[in-house]
C-alpha cells in the first residue's frame, strides 16, 4: 500500500474535526457518519472510506486531542520556575479555548466516554493519554532537593487536568481581551490559596454538619434502591451515560435485572433517579452547612470538606460533571444548573468571608470556580491514589486547595 497523499490526509483531519464536534455534542454512541458527513458534505459511504467503523474515527479524534493538549504542554518546558510554567500553560489553554470559541478549532474529545472504546483501540489510546498526563505531571511539578518531594503529587495533577479541560466551560464568562487577568488571578489563587496559611482547618466543626447526613446515609445505604443508585452514579462517572449499562449495574452489585426493574421501568428512569439524587445531596449539604452556627469561612471549609469526604468514603458518591459531555441533553442541563447552584453558594461564601477579612482577596468569580472544580473531581481520587486513606485528603489535597498548591518564591 501506497503512503497517502495529502489530500487525502487533508480529508482525514476535516472529518477528524468534524466527528470531534459531533462526538462532544452528542457523545460517541448516539453520533452517526451522517451527521458528521453533514458537516463536511460528505455521504456515510465516504467516511466509511476513510474510516470503516466510528470506533476508528473516534480512535483518531481522540489520538489527535491528545496530540494537541501534548503540544500546549510542550511549549511550557523551556521555562524554568513552576509558577512561570502554569502561567504560559494558562496563558495557552485560554487562547486555545478562544480558538474554539471562534470555530477556528474543534473541542477536544469528551475524554469521560475513552473506556468505552473496545479492548484494543482503548489499549492504544490510553497508552497515549497516560504519556500525556505523566507529561502533565512532570511540567507541572518541582523537584524540592532538600524534601525529595514534588510540589505538585498526581491527585493535583488530577485536578488540574479536569480544571483545564475538562470543565473550561468557565471561560464563557470572560471576553477574550480579559484573558490576562485570567491568567494573573488564577495563578494568583492556585500559588496563595484563598484562606490564610495559618487557618487550623478544624474537621470537628465540619463534622457537625456531616453528622445529620451520616444518619441519613446509615438510614439509607442498605435499602436495594439506594445501592442500585450508588452503583448507577459510579458507572456513569466511569463510563458515561451510554456505558453505564443495565449489565454492568446488576454485575457490580450481583443482582439481577429483575431487581432493577423492580425499581425502575427503564435506564432511562433510573438515570434519572441518580441525577435526582446527586441533585439532592447536594442541596442536603448545603442546607446542613448554611444553618450551622459558623463564620463564612468555616461554613466554607464545611462544605468542602463534607462534599470530598462523603465522596472519598463511597457513602455519597455525585455524579461528575466530567461527564456532562457523555449524557443527553436533558441531564447535561440538570447537572451544568447544579454545578452553577453549588459554585454559586461557594461565591457568596468567599464573598462574605472577603469582606470580614477571614480569606485573602481574590477574584470570587474564578475562586469559586476553581473550589467548584476541586469538589467535583474528588471522585477521582480513588481511581488515581487506591491507597489513600479518609484522612490523608486534608492534608494531600483539601489544605492545598484552599491554601495554595505552589511553594513560595524565593
Keep these: 500500500m501506497g503512503v497517502p497523499n495529502n489530500k487525502f490526509t487533508n480529508k482525514q483531519l476535516l472529518i477528524i474535526d468534524s466527528a470531534v464536534q459531533v462526538f462532544s455534542e452528542k457523545g460517541i454512541k448516539r453520533a452517526t457518519f451522517a451527521e458528521i458527513g453533514a458537516r463536511v458534505d460528505l455521504a456515510t459511504t465516504s467516511i466509511t472510506y476513510y474510516f470503516k467503523k466510528k470506533e476508528d474515527l473516534a480512535t483518531a479524534c481522540y489520538l489527535r486531542s491528545i496530540d494537541r493538549v501534548c503540544q500546549i504542554v510542550e511549549s511550557v518546558v523551556h521555562v524554568d520556575s513552576l509558577a512561570g510554567r502554569l502561567k504560559l500553560l494558562l496563558r495557552l489553554l485560554i487562547e486555545d479555548h478562544i480558538a474554539v470559541q471562534r470555530g477556528s478549532k474543534p473541542p477536544l474529545m469528551p475524554f469521560g466516554e475513552l473506556v468505552n472504546l473496545s479492548q484494543t483501540p482503548y489499549a492504544e489510546v490510553l497508552k497515549q493519554f497516560m504519556e500525556m498526563f505523566k507529561r502533565l505531571k512532570t511540567v507541572l511539578s518541582s523537584y524540592d532537593q532538600s524534601t525529595h518531594q514534588e510540589s505538585l503529587p498526581t491527585a493535583s495533577t488530577n ?84 456505558g453505564a449499562s443495565i449489565d454492568k449495574i446488576c454485575a457490580s452489585l450481583e443482582i439481577t435485572k429483575g431487581a432493577v426493574y423492580h425499581h425502575f421501568d427503564s435506564k432511562e428512569e433510573l438515570a434519572e433517579a441518580a441525577f435526582d439524587r446527586t441533585i439532592d445531596i447536594v442541596s442536603g449539604v448545603m442546607s446542613e452547612v448554611l444553618k450551622q452556627d459558623l463564620n463564612s469561612r468555616d461554613k466554607l471549609f464545611a462544605l468542602c470538606y463534607t462534599l470530598i469526604v462523603k465522596q472519598v468514603d463511597g457513602t455519597m458518591p455525585l455524579i461528575s460533571s466530567r461527564v456532562i459531555r457523555t449524557i443527553s441533553l436533558q441531564h447535561r442541563e440538570k447537572i451544568q444548573n447544579l454545578h452553577r447552584k453549588t459554585t454559586n453558594e461557594i461565591r457568596y461564601l468567599i464573598s462574605d468571608g472577603v469582606l470580614e477579612g477571614l480569606l485573602r482577596p481574590v477574584d470570587v468569580l474564578i475562586t469559586a470556580e476553581v473550589v467548584s472544580c476541586a469538589i467535583n473531581s474528588a471522585f477521582e481520587l480513588k481511581l488515581w491514589l487506591p491507597a489513600m486513606e479518609q484522612g490523608d485528603f486534608l492534608a494531600q489535597y483539601l489544605r492545598p486547595t484552599l491554601c495554595g498548591w505552589l511553594p513560595p518564591e524565593n
Design 159 to 242: 485536578w488540574y487536568f479536569q480544571f483545564l479541560w475538562l470543565e473550561y466551560w468557565w471561560f464563557e464568562y470572560f471576553e477574550s481581551r480579559h484573558k490576562d487577568r485570567v491568567v494573573n488571578h488564577l495563578l494568583d489563587v492556585w500559588s496563595n490559596g484563598l484562606f490564610f496559611s495559618d487557618y487550623s482547618f478544624n474537621v470537628a466543626l465540619a463534622d457537625k454538619a456531616l453528622l445529620q447526613l451520616n444518619q441519613i446515609a446509615a438510614r439509607k445505604e442498605d435499602k436495594p434502591v439506594e445501592k442500585i443508585l450508588v452503583a448507577a452514579t459510579n458507572l456513569i462517572n466511569k463510563h458515561g451515560y451510554d
